[in-house]
């Protein structure tokens, strides 16, 4: 690998500089990316190998950062399963049968994950070989809690109020939907792997959701299993969204690091992990809004507070689309200008 | 005052059992609340004292609760500082003219509240009255950084990412506003007590958006100088949703009590605020969805890590509009029935 950066921040071994990837870096604030989007609909662009690769590839070239992301959605796991998801613009995801009951539980399917999700392990593979070796690919999934959310609930939600009901009210089908989602992460994971990803993220989007004692119910175990899994075959790192009150276990999980939202200072964030893991985080997206020299100096804070190393340079969420193209880069460029 | 309860916890003397009551407990989960609300739009209901005590009554006499607070809304600070508010059935509020510039900021005023806001205070004196000793009574206003999220953002939003980026872009144009709602709503607290308010809570709804040091900037400074300015008139509660991060210093401001969300286990929260102020809080909302008999033990289980003393049992955050009504009658009744 050309640039290892990543791949040694998450070994924890001492780096030059800290590695940088924003969270949905391929994403809305790039205007290639809107041209796309314009001739192609969501799902067209994650399920052809050519339009995934391409626009995996926009930052890498456009902002310079130091590892790709494929380009696809955590609910394609869902359409595996057999859970209808449609998206809908400007609106987000939304699913026409929610999962509300036995009945409809039953219909979701542990598939051959080669059968249905063979474009993504097709996209990995043309990923790999465009980027050559210069810089590392993480794959993702979303955490199996978070999957529960969007499968129930049936479209995005300020608190996923019904989703919650389902869990508190059938408890013991929640589980067997969680279980069923993270038989199938898992197996997604492994060909990804197969394919060429180098690291792998779980999103717990909504893991914060959850009361502390509910997390340990319904979302961590189901993480471990995926973490223990994966075992040594890849580096994971897992970003609870307001998970602050996990991060104990989670740092003692096996995971490689931790991503970690803007509410939790770095010092927080280390004493609450134990001290020992990588930790990736944590910019306030809203703050690239800022001036750039104001973003330049912020970032550069940043990274004192945190360490230069066992540390991955990202913000605390994904980048907003009204973030300008240059002040994206400035974030990078700061970065890229540490100096300890 | 017959049910001295509540006022009691916040003094930190010992009581037979926490006071309990709920936050929105006087809304959209009550069928009288729905009737009314098909009657009159939310300012005619917050602006006619005879609409607004019968509705601020509903929950003592329905629900059983041991405090009311008045029904308002935290908005109506804006709108007597000359900053137009609408609210959208099913939307939520709506600003026409929000704050994007010095020019837009000068047309805030501070306003002379006897002659804005009069019809709360009415609204006070009527409840007080028809409350008779029964319970005391809560006023309320919002935390100014939450106003001014909304003067900016002109809406509810996930990430309030346009007032964000004013506070980011204009520093001093949004500590001025905040300055000028702080002085206007010191002004208002000071004239809800004369009227009769018991005790006072400051809602920081999007404090938790704010990273621990901008918060220190944007937030709290404001929030401190409203508990200074009411000082021992009345006891006041600090409401900050997702600010965990700054229980410690909430914790030394001479407020009377901090409301905790259900992010933030007891034993967290008892550390985090240094463990001798009263706490309020925090059972998640959606749980009162669960079937009863499991809300009874998770009340019993809250008040048990929590402690019996230095404590107010209520949600961590308002009551949801698709609670049965005899659900938010078994959490109250699951307080009463406490016995350590």
């Keep these: 690998m050309d640039n ?31 041209k796309l989007k314009e001739k192609y609909d969501f799902f067209t662009r994650c399920q052809t ?16 950062v130091d590892a790709a992301i494929i380009f696809s959605d955590i609910l394609v796991v869902l359409q595996a399963m057999n ?9 987000g995801p939304y699913l026409p049968s929610p999962i509300k009951d036995k009945a409809s539980l039953d219909k ?29 690919l993480i794959g993702f999934a979303g955490a199996p809690w978070t999957l529960l959310c969007y499968a129930v609930q049936g479209q995005g939600s300020k608190n996923f109020d019904r989703a919650k009901a389902f869990c508190y009210q059938h408890p013991e089908l929640a589980k067997e939907l969680l279980q069923k989602i993270t038989t199938t992460t898992i197996a997604y994971l492994r060909e990804k792997v197969k394919a060429g990803a180098d690291v792998i993220q779980l999103f717990d989007s909504w893991g914060g959701l959850l009361t502390p004692v509910d997390y340990q119910v319904f979302s961590w175990p189901y993480l471990q299993q995926i973490i223990d899994a994966l075992g040594d075959s890849v580096p994971v790192i897992i970003f609870g969204k307001g998970c602050w009150f996990a991060l104990q276990e989670m740092g003692k999980s096996g995971a490689a690091a931790l991503g970690i939202d803007w509410t939790c200072s770095a010092r927080n964030a280390r004493y609450l992990s134990g001290g020992q893991i990588t ?31 066992r540390y991955i340079v990202n913000l605390g969420h994904g980048i907003l689309p009204n973030i300008p193209v240059d002040h994206a880069k400035a974030f990078v460029d700061a970065v890229k200008e540490y100096q300890s």
């Design 4 to 34: 290892n950066l990543l791949l040694e921040a998450l070994k924890g071994s001492p780096v030059e500089r800290p590695p940088v990837w924003m969270m949905r870096q391929a994403g809305r604030y790039l205007p290639d990316f809107m």
């Design 49 to 64: 190998p050519e339009l995934a690769t391409e626009i995996t590839l926009m930052p890498i070239e456009q902002i310079g």
């Design 83 to 91: 859970i209808e998801v449609e998206m809908r613009d400007g609106k």
């Design 108 to 136: 979701s399917i542990i598939p051959d994950v080669r059968e249905h999700l063979g474009y993504v392990f097709e996209s990995v593979k043309m990923i790999k070989k465009e980027l050559s070796s210069r810089v590392p």
């Design 279 to 309: 930790l990736q985080g944590n910019f306030d997206p809203s703050k690239l809004l800022s001036p750039i020299p104001e973003i330049k100096v912020q970032v550069k804070q940043m990274i004192n507070e945190f360490g230069k190393d």
